[in-house]
């Protein structure tokens, strides 16, 4: 044993606490759809990332129950052991489709496919990958585990993805760029078109994280890369979560049959991990079934969010890009965003306060995650809550909109 390594622990967390920086784990129950606090109070929830309030959908539940007393608990081992139950490739089909891609393949989490989809892929070739400064950690990680150079481009500055490629035109192997349709912290979104037509122009690969766009976003909620017009092309990879829109558990590759049928071989991730269980196949069939029918909640999601940032901006907080159920408001320093997370929980609403390295220095935000589930009087109380003098401060110092290049 060594002596050490809980001491330096301790360390760790008492530098992480003296920086306003320490996470915790809080307890929560859930009561008919609402959140419950340890003190037993009703919170809106204004944080999660079940945006068409599906985990808790009559159907979803229903199916994930007639699904593991018809299969079992759990999947026996990985697909390529046992073998692959019908209802896995059945709903690889459906996802498929609803993506509109040729295949898709399930993988245990968005983290998982992420963090080694991306190094399957870039050991094909030499790789060069060119990765949003705003990637989700799950791509950073992917990139990382790659071994392949990659090169940062500003967040959303195609100027700079383009000079980026330029510079690199010399490069014999592929590249590949990476990037998130919706993005999780600042809720803006890519412009997709001119990705796709700059990946066409330098011969580049492009890669797309639809984990908040997919149930929200595009035609029928089937994400932003299913409403690019074919006039324009289309993306090579689309990787999407199970976990957010579709209030399950799980994620997913969708593109050629060739990438999936090259993933089943070589992405580390799914040779090497258990099939996903029944219950989560069942909730995710119920789920493909219930998101194209719901363009009503698409709407109301549109519009609350839109009334959420114009109660934002009215008191001074800006909220970046933002263009999608995803709200940021930034407020500057870890304590003072802290403190206002606490101060709308004492106002019965739970948003919450999102630190460094998350987002960069100096930009500690709320982040408001609006789902189609919150009724009209809960958005009230929410908007009246922001307008109630004192509960949000002004910023405490300028929210730069870009990460340090
Ligand atoms: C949440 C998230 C993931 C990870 O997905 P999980 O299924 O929760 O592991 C990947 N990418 C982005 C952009 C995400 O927000």
Known sequence: MDNTLNTEILAALDALDASNRRRRLRAFECDANRLISTDGRRLIDVCSNDYLGLSQHPLTKSRAAEWVMRYGAGAPSSRLVTGTRGITFAVEEKLAAFKGCEAALLIGSGFQANATVIPALAALSDTLIFSDALNHSSIVHGCRLAKARTMIFRHNDLEHL????????????????????????????????????????????????????????????????????????????????????????????????????????????????????????????AALDLIPTMDADRTRLTTNATRLRSALHAIGLDTLQSSSQIVPAIIGTEAAALAAAQRLNEAGILAIAIRPPTVPEGSSRLRFCLNSALTDAEMDEILSAIANNGVLPAPTSPSPSQPPP
């Open 162 to 285: 383009a000079e980026l490629l330029r510079d690199n035109n010399s490069h014999r192997g592929r590249r590949l760029i990476v990037t998130e349709s919706v993005f999780s912290m600042d809720g803006d979104r890519c412009d997709l078109t001119a990705l796709v037509a700059l990946a066409e122009q330098h011969g580049a690969a492009l890669y797309v994280d639809e984990a908040h766009a997919t149930g929200v976003i595009g035609p029928h909620g089937r994400g932003m890369v299913a409403a690019l017009p074919s006039s324009v092309g289309t993306v090579d990879v689309v990787m999407g979560t199970l976990g957010k829109s579709f209030g399950a558990y799980g994620a997913y590759i969708a593109g050629s049959r060739a990438l999936i049928d090259f993933l089943t071989n070589r992405c580390a991730g799914f040779i090497y991990a258990t099939a996903l269980p029944p219950a989560v196949l069942g909730a995710v069939d």
